[in-house]
């Protein structure tokens, strides 16, 4: 099978499955829509600091432009983790994690993962509404 053959298959799959199930997804998409002013600054940071601690600055930005754009629609909560497990895998995989911004940020994430593992350890959960 032809490479065009297969993305034209490929492609009729996801856009059936898509029909079928849509209003499932839009429902999904509704519920998780955020448009927290805090969330979407804390995934910029993040990735200001991986831009300037990088030696490939256009491979972070084409990494992180994507999760970046997601956290306008679905929120931080999630979409902040996976900008964080990408730039831990940008500065490691650079060997930059001796920077001292990385540095910086790696105690800062230290010291806020108290409150979750707290969390965790006393209800069974990270994830507490309120406290």
């Known amino acids: 099978m ?12 996801f856009a059936i499955f898509y029909i079928l199930s849509r209003e499932s997804y839009t429902e999904k998409i509704e519920a998780y829509q955020a448009y ?14 991986a831009l300037f601690v990088s030696r ?15 956290t306008f629609v679905f929120g931080g909560g999630r979409m902040n983790m996976i900008t964080a497990t990408v730039f831990v895998y940008i500065v490691v995989r650079e060997s ?4 001292p911004l990385v540095l910086l940020l790696m105690a800062y994430l230290s010291f806020k993962s108290i409150g ?4 965790v350890l006393q209800y069974g959960t990270g994830f507490l509404a309120a406290r």
């Open 96 to 99: 930059r994690t001796g920077h």
């Open 116 to 119: 979750y593992i707290d969390s």
């Open 36 to 49: 927290d002013v805090m969330e979407v600054a804390s995934g910029a940071l993040l990735a200001a600091v």
């Open 56 to 70: 490939e600055r256009l491979h972070v930005l084409m990494m992180l432009t994507l999760p970046l754009i997601a």
């Open 2 to 13: 032809t490479s065009i053959a297969f993305l034209i298959v490929i492609l009729s799959s």
